[in-house]
């Protein structure tokens, strides 16, 4: 039972992280896909036309960055509260403190 048990746990952590790397190695196969090395023997100064022909390598990911500052609905509002200040007393056991040497592990002293 136990390594039915880890087995069934072994193949869910590589489905997961399976799961979790499959987007980048997409994007890097699409990256090195089709990239090959031109020389150019050209001796002018001049601009080549770059040719985008996968629109996966042009995907940027947005920035998770926020200043609250920017946002004035986020700024924090003071909220008052009404505190208590009745406490209850404590009750605690109250033992005597003698000097009598205990026989017993120390239930009730």
Do not use: W
Request: aromatic residues 8%; proline residues 5%.
């Amino acid at each position: 039972m136990y390594l039915k048990s880890q087995i069934g746990k072994n193949v869910g952590a590589i489905l997961l992280l399976l799961a979790i790397m499959l987007p980048s190695a997409v994007q890097f196969s699409h990256m090195i896909e089709g990239h090959e090395g031109v020389a150019c023997n050209d001796q002018s100064t001049h601009i080549h036309k770059t040719e985008k022909t996968c629109e996966i390598c042009a995907f940027q990911l947005t920035s998770l960055s926020y200043d609250i500052v920017k946002y004035p609905d986020f700024l924090l509002l003071q909220i008052s509260v009404k505190l208590s200040t009745i406490f209850t007393p404590l009750q605690f056991h109250h033992s005597t403190l003698t000097n009598k040497q205990l026989r017993a592990p120390p239930v009730l002293s």
